[in-house]
């Protein structure tokens, strides 16, 4: 219903650029309602984006119409719009493709595209001729798809490939060869910077210690930009890079600030070792990310190490590990240690499950004990993530019990932990009588209008008593009603609602109150 609203509106006759983006609500008739304007060339799209909503491939020739259809299409990205992209529709949004003469950007992201659509999709896109920026990111693209589309990219103008985290080997490395020959042989004279803007992504794919060599070997000799990413090499591969590469590859500095970037490259907790070594020398580092590497509770004891060897570290992501509250209780013992002297500012543990769900209770005393010391006796702290934590309602009402002995904290997220009325009622007695929180997230809980009602009296609360409102409140995607309404309590402060339904109602109120 909305989507039909939208597209009778006036205003898209100026629009360039259309997101539709994670709405699970958003499904076919929607999505081709707010197409049909844009199909009848009644207006001018130059970009369509279309991420994590509910279509299925019944969708799908809508979207290839369009694209068949338009003459100032130029973007197209496709991130999730639907659990699998098929063959067929493959074959269809092909066939879109080369009726398209405009497009110069194409991008299908995690839809489980096989090697005969990828060599579809690129084949079409060498019929088409203009495209120069082809992105398959996180498929199920092996080396026959994957050399099929860099066949088809060498002999046209694209210069931007990505197929990363997708199932490559070492076998692809010859075509990886050939294709950079000929992006070369592409420029009559090419001089150092001429091939700046070429690119090959090849990260997260299944390259071994051998490939890795002679990665490094293609790299030296090639002025393309080419990561391949070490998201699966095995054993060895990273303890051969020197440390400058490590610092050229890895360490971004921003002024003063340097940051160590490891998320996302599968090193688990063999590699914390050699991180240890490395970061004994190295004392510029004052943020390490180590997100997303399977991490457990065995590698937090040489991550604690890593803490105790630099002290310049003042922020650390751990995020989307399973460290489990043994490895949680490791890490509080090192910010003991240190006491007054612990630099460490920022932590996110989100997306570590501290607890399953009927697990005995001796366990959740363990993680309560945990969640305590993190919140009261760590005095340094500035932000803390302990969002999809599995903490519920339990691990809410602990927080809110030591937030009043906080005296630093000024962000904390708690989304994604099913939290209710019940958590949130005991988290705002302690909310109310802390007096530095400037940002609470309650994203993806179960936080219904009485819960709505709770945060809103603790705001007031909060005023009344002198301390300053929280600034900002993240309450997106949580089952409170549309109508739920905001007291002067919540709209004080920033009280943001992205992807509600409640926005209509926000909407009215803020009016309301200027």
């Known amino acids: 219903q909305r989507c039909r609203q939208l597209a009778a509106c006036s205003g898209l006759k100026k629009l360039k650029k259309l997101y539709i983006g994670i709405n699970e609500r958003i499904t076919g008739p929607g999505l081709r309602c707010l197409l049909q304007p844009f199909s009848q060339r009644l207006y001018h799209l130059s970009s369509l984006s279309i991420r994590s909503c509910n279509l299925q491939e019944s969708d799908m020739p809508a979207i290839c119409d369009f694209v068949g259809s338009s003459r100032t299409l130029d973007e197209l990205s496709l991130y999730r719009a639907m659990p699998t992209l098929s063959s067929a529709a493959c074959y269809r949004l092909a066939a879109a493709l080369k009726a398209n003469r405009s497009m110069t950007w194409l991008a299908c992201y995690s839809m489980h595209i096989n090697d005969d659509s990828a060599r579809a999709l690129a084949q079409a896109a060498a019929v088409q001729g203009k495209i120069d920026r082809l992105v398959l990111r996180g498929n199920d693209i092996t080396d026959d798809g994957g050399t099929a589309c860099l066949r088809s990219v060498s002999s046209l103008g694209c210069h931007r490939v990505d197929l990363s985290f997708n199932h490559l080997t070492k076998d692809i490395l010859p075509e990886v060869i050939l294709t950079l020959r000929a992006w070369h042989a592409r420029l009559d004279t090419p001089s150092p910077g001429a091939l700046s803007d070429y690119s090959l992504q090849l990260a997260g794919n299944r390259f071994t210690r ?9 790299v030296a000799s090639a002025a393309v930009k080419v990561n391949f990413g070490f998201a699966s090499v095995t054993s060895g591969a990273i303890q051969d890079l020197t440390a400058a590469k490590l610092n050229e590859k890895c360490i971004l500095h921003h002024g003063k600030y340097s940051q160590l ?20 020398d190295v004392k510029a580092v004052e943020s390490l990310s180590y997100g997303r ?3 457990t509770a065995a590698g937090m004891v040489p991550m604690a190490a890593v ?14 590990n399973n460290i489990g509250v043994q490895g949680l209780e490791t890490l509080l013992d090192v910010i003991d240690e240190d006491g007054e002297n612990s630099t460490l500012r920022y932590l996110s543990l989100q997306g570590n499950p501290l607890v399953a769900e009927h697990s005995p209770e001796s366990d959740w005393v363990r993680v309560e004990t945990a969640i305590c010391r993190l919140v009261a006796e760590c005095p340094k702290l500035e932000l803390v993530g302990l969002g999809a934590t599995d903490i519920g309602d339990r691990g809410a009402a602990v927080v809110g019990e030591c937030l ?19 958590g949130v009622s005991n988290l705002c007695t302690g909310l109310a009588r802390n007096s530095t929180l400037r940002i609470l997230s309650l994203s993806s809980n179960l936080l219904d209008s009485h819960a709505i009602g709770q945060l809103n009296g603790m705001q007031e609360e909060r005023i009344h008593s002198g301390a300053n409102h929280i600034d900002t409140i993240f309450v997106d995607c949580n089952p409170f009603p549309s109508e739920t309404r905001l007291g002067p309590g919540l709209l004080n402060g920033r009280f943001y609602f992205l992807y509600s339904t409640a926005i209509l109602s926000f909407l009215d109120d803020f009016k309301a109150n200027k």
Request: include cysteine; charge should be negative.
């Open 307 to 320: 803490l105790r060897v630099n002290l310049c570290i003042q922020a650390l992501d751990l995020s989307f």
């Open 293 to 295: 590497n399977n991490l």
């Open 210 to 218: 051998q490939a890795a060599e002679m990665m490094s070997a293609v």
């Open 261 to 280: 970037d490891l998320t996302f490259l599968g090193m688990g907790d063999a590699y914390v070792e050699w991180l240890q070594d490395y970061l004994a």
């Open 404 to 422: 009043p002995q906080q005296s630093s904290l000024t962000w904390l997220g708690l989304g994604f932990n099913n939290i209710s009325a019940d």
